[in-house]
């Protein structure tokens, strides 16, 4: 059982002044074994805040990070699944299932986790799962209006990986999970 | 070498006398058991001589002075017998009076006093007097403070308390007190005489042994306190005054700082409150080095103690205007005392400060009032150099933050910005950090133009270079914390009310806009957003004639994000714009929609020169123009004849590719009334296709082998995207062209075998697999490609 920290968006300080308060008493370090962030933290301070939560933390560059040297995407290996992370500012048209599908093919990947679009999203298709944490600090959005504050949490397990996605609405945190299971690869 | 040679020595006399009053000590025992009252006399009149000793320090007396108290007990004991067995009290009383010196004469006098009391043979006062004028005798420090420390020790149970035995008709409670006071006086007196002069060496070594001695004096006041008789009345009219005029009139430093502290450690604080005018009044009297301040700091530390503990005894502070004696007794010793440092007079004001948030938090003009005093004295003095001065100021300011969670109450201090301006410019920024970190905390909100103005006056520091910042280069970790607060707290700023907001708004902007260049990138985003959220708010409302409009909002902004050219920072500059024009389109304004991405396209050709910058910014050119609908054909066209045109423009060729095949994108909008125009898609893709054919050609000649398919792949993924939505310009026999394309160049001598790009098109024919096996008429489509 492998817990992964989905999260990103946040755009401290530009958009937004700090997590939830419900949030970050949830988010405590030792719990988590991976964080993978969809990028635009914006500074040093919220990268330094994840690392404390978990060493291993991985970052994609959103167009608004003020450090550029973050990749434009990254692929990780957790137990047997391959994920895939961008922030998703790149891919056009923005929010576009097809073509986030496109780059999911090009990362060759099980999961792929973006961002940009502010709204969680989790969807599935033949090949694998699109996952989009959100925004954890419901930032403006240009392209989503009204999003409540979110992140996700995947749990690893073997072939199968359970998503729950948080969600603080109304100034309660509310929880909702889907199940993927995985077939395995077929050799190439 | 002396220092060591004397402790020898006293251990030495201390050893020799407690020999000498174990030696007489046993005779005095034989003579008792042998009922010999002379003999047991004498030899106790020689053990009690040990005491006579000016050799011992205070510490080692009382060791001495134990020993011979344990014997008295025993000679009390048989005293009380003696009684019994006929010789009578008022002999004995006379009897021990012929011992040759005073100092033995008087500690068996006293022992004899208290039997003489407990048989009620004479009236206890008469008894009580005559000892404590008697003790006169000893002049000695020392030996008289131990001397007046023993009858108080015997008298303790003996005093004519109410509801004690001892209470009679000619014995009253006034008796007690008297008897206690004049104890304690000629203990005070005894006890200053024990000078501080000489050398240093000398010096240090009598404050050590006063510092001894002082609790025999202070135990006399622990007496009175236990008096039950003694009233708030009593109290007043006697005992306060007496002490008082002994401390004032002793005149010695020393004594005066410890007992006022004793007195108000042991008196209740029902006492104090009723008495303040009286106590207070008697601080300036003191010696001018004696630290006044902690005593009233203790004194206020109490009274908010008890404030806090019985809420129903407010109504008493305010009936004796607690607040106004303190205070003006604190600006009297303030002012007697002239050479009082800073950091002194401004500990007793925040000592003051939390007397009145404890006891009066709902008095903002009593807090006001205090901090006005402090400006005050903090006038016509250069800015604070002295670091514990301060630090003491910033306990000062923090104090109402901390007490008041809503950061507003704080604000209506008039003093408050008045005392930040006596900070060095140094401090007066951490101050203001502090004021913004209470706000993050405590989750407030500030809600008014005119309450925003008083906060980015008091953090002005932050807010812009203010005269006499020092010259030095700020570190730049710690100017980008301060700037990112300022950010943060732009975002705790909001009122429903859109006209109030778009006053909050105005009023952030005219303080940020004097921030210079280098605050400008932190500040302007955080309220352009603000900016943003506002107008979304307004979007749904009719209403042109209201103040706030989004027009008027989109005209702000420009002017805003136009500041950051003085920086310069175009890149954000740009995302900002983009921002903006997508905002525009939402609210239908197509003008202000087109000068926005106006401005971002002249950021792009005359500012982002970088290559990486320019790949970033065009997709986001793209995508918010894809996203846009309020354009009519021409401006459309325009806008997107521009984008296409800096695609094309890209130096290195998978950027140039990639940028031309999602401007494709451009031309084809998903929902019902957007745009479909599947002839450009198609020959955006083929241009795409041209580029990375020529990347590949460039890549034979200049390295010998040709890169990764990658580029072709995505271009394939591309046909396949708009095949799937329908655009009857991609057919089926193109992407089958492009699948054999890719094949080929997979396998050719030339190619480099590259994992990525292999299993990327791996995946693309898993998919075509798929949609082919999903039947129905996706399924048909596809059926036609073979892979």
């Known amino acids: ?188 | 070498m002396m220092i060591s040679d004397a402790m020898e020595d006293e251990e030495k006399w201390l050893a020799e006398g407690i020999a000498g009053i174990q030696h007489n000590a046993f005779y005095m025992h034989r003579a008792l058991d042998a009922n010999n009252l002379r003999e047991a006399l004498k030899y106790s009149a020689q053990l009690l001589s040990e005491l006579r000793t000016s050799r011992l320090s205070p510490h080692k007396y009382y060791e001495l002075y134990m020993r011979a108290f344990d014997e008295l007990r025993k000679l009390e004991m048989f005293f009380k017998e003696e009684e019994r067995h006929g010789c009578s009290v008022m002999d004995l009383y006379e009897l021990v009076q012929h011992a040759g010196n005073i100092l033995p004469r008087l500690y068996l006098l006293c022992t004899v006093g208290s039997v003489y009391i407990k048989s009620k043979e004479a009236p206890t006062k008469d008894v009580l007097k005559d000892l404590v004028e008697m003790c006169r005798g000893v002049q000695h420090p020392i030996r008289g403070l131990f001397l007046r420390s023993y009858l108080a020790q015997i008298s303790r149970d003996k005093l004519p308390d109410i509801g004690s035995e001892y209470e009679g008709d000619g014995d009253t409670v006034m008796d007690a007190v008297e008897f206690v006071l004049q104890n304690f006086s000629e203990m005070n007196k005894l006890w200053v005489r024990m000078e501080l002069q000489g050398p240093a060496r000398v010096r240090d070594k009598m404050e050590k042994e006063r510092n001894e001695l002082r609790d025999l004096v202070g135990k006399n006041l622990h007496v009175l306190s236990q008096i039950e008789g003694i009233d708030l009345d009593l109290y007043k009219e006697t005992v306060l005054p007496r002490i008082l005029e002994q401390v004032v009139n002793c005149k010695d430093e020393l004594a005066q700082y410890y007992l006022m502290d004793c007195l108000i450690q042991v008196f209740p604080d029902e006492y104090h409150l009723q008495t303040l005018e009286t106590l207070l009044g008697a601080c300036p009297q003191l010696q001018p080095t004696v630290d006044i301040k902690t005593v009233l700091s203790q004194l206020m530390e109490r009274l908010s103690s008890y404030a806090a503990s019985s809420p129903e005894v407010l109504p008493e502070f305010l009936q004796v205007e607690a607040f106004a004696k303190l205070s003006t007794a604190i600006g009297k010793v303030i002012e007697t005392q002239g050479d009082m440092p800073i950091v002194g007079a401004i500990t007793l004001y925040v000592s003051l400060l939390t007397f009145t948030l404890r006891v009066h938090p709902d008095r903002l003009d009593y807090v006001d009032q205090v901090l006005g005093s402090c400006v005050k004295k903090l006038s016509n003095r250069p800015k604070l150099e002295d670091s514990r001065a301060t630090k003491q100021v910033v306990a000062l300011l923090s104090a109402p933050l901390e007490k008041y969670s809503d950061i507003v109450t704080s604000l209506t201090l008039s003093n408050y910005p008045r005392v930040m301006d006596h900070l060095d410019s140094g401090t007066n920024k951490i101050m203001a950090m502090v004021i913004i970190q209470s706000i993050m905390t405590n989750q407030a909100c500030v809600s008014s133009a005119d309450k925003v103005e008083v906060l980015f006056e008091l953090i002005k520091g932050l807010i812009k270079d203010l005269e006499g910042d020092s010259e030095d280069e700020l570190d730049e970790e710690d100017f980008n914390e301060e700037q990112n607060y300022v950010a943060r707290v732009i975002h705790v700023l909001y009122n429903d009310d859109p006209e109030e907001m778009l006053k909050i708004i105005c009023t952030v902007r005219k303080h940020i806009m004097t921030g210079g260049p280098k605050r400008l990138p932190f500040t302007v985003p955080p309220l352009v957003f603000s900016a943003l959220k506002l107008i979304r708010r307004l979007q749904n409302q009719d209403g042109d004639e209201d103040p706030a409009t989004p027009k008027k909002i989109f005209q702000l902004l420009n002017q805003t994000i136009e500041a950051l050219s003085y920086v310069p920072a175009p890149e954000l500059a740009l995302r900002l714009y983009l921002q903006c024009a997508e905002a525009a389109n939402d609210c239908d304004l197509e003008p202000v929609a087109y000068e926005f991405f106006t401005q971002a396209f002249v950021l792009y050709e005359e500012e982002i020169a970088d290559s990486k910058a320019q790949v970033t910014a065009i997709h986001l050119i793209i995508g918010t123009l894809q996203r846009t609908n309020v354009f009519g054909v021409e401006n459309r066209d325009t806008l997107t004849h521009k984008a296409t045109g800096y695609s094309a423009k890209l130096l290195k060729k998978p950027d140039h590719c990639r940028a031309v095949y999602a401007c494709s994108h451009l031309f084809w909008v998903d929902d019902q009334d957007g745009i479909k125009d599947g002839e450009r898609v198609l020959l955006c893709l083929k241009r795409a296709l041209r580029i990375a054919n020529a990347a590949q050609q460039m890549a034979n000649v200049a390295r010998g082998s040709s890169g990764p398919v990658t580029l072709f792949v995505e271009i394939l993924n591309k046909y396949l995207y708009y095949f799937e939505k329908g655009n009857t310009q991609i057919t089926s026999a193109a992407i089958q062209g492009l699948i054999e394309l890719i094949k080929t160049e997979m396998q050719s001598d030339t190619a480099t075998p590259d994992r990525i790009s292999d299993a990327f098109f791996a995946c693309t024919l898993r998919y075509i697999q798929f949609q082919k096996q999903k039947g129905g008429a996706m399924g048909e489509k596809f059926d036609t490609i073979k892979v």
């Open chain 1, 1 to 188: 059982m492998v817990l992964v920290l989905a999260i990103g968006d946040l755009h401290i300080p530009n958009r937004a002044p700090d997590l939830p308060a419900k949030f970050k008493s949830m988010l405590v370090p030792g719990k988590i074994q991976h964080i993978i962030c969809t990028g635009n933290l914006c500074i040093k301070e919220v990268h330094d805040y994840l690392k404390s939560l978990c060493p291993s933390l991985h970052i994609t560059r959103g167009e608004y990070d003020e450090d550029s040297r973050y990749p434009e995407t990254k692929t990780i290996t957790i137990g047997q699944f391959k994920l895939g992370l961008c922030h998703g500012h790149q891919v056009v048209p923005w929010g576009d299932l097809d073509s986030l599908a496109m780059l999911q093919r090009q990362l060759d990947v099980d999961i792929l986790v973006s961002g940009h679009t502010h709204q969680f999203k989790a969807y599935k298709h033949e090949a694998g799962v699109v996952i989009n944490p959100g925004s954890a600090t419901s930032a403006y959005s240009s392209i989503t209006y009204d999003v409540n504050p979110s992140f996700v949490l995947m749990d690893i397990d073997g072939l199968r990986v359970v998503v729950y996605v948080y969600e603080l609405i109304d100034g309660e945190v509310k929880v909702d999970k889907i199940d993927f299971k995985k077939t395995s690869t077929p050799a190439i």
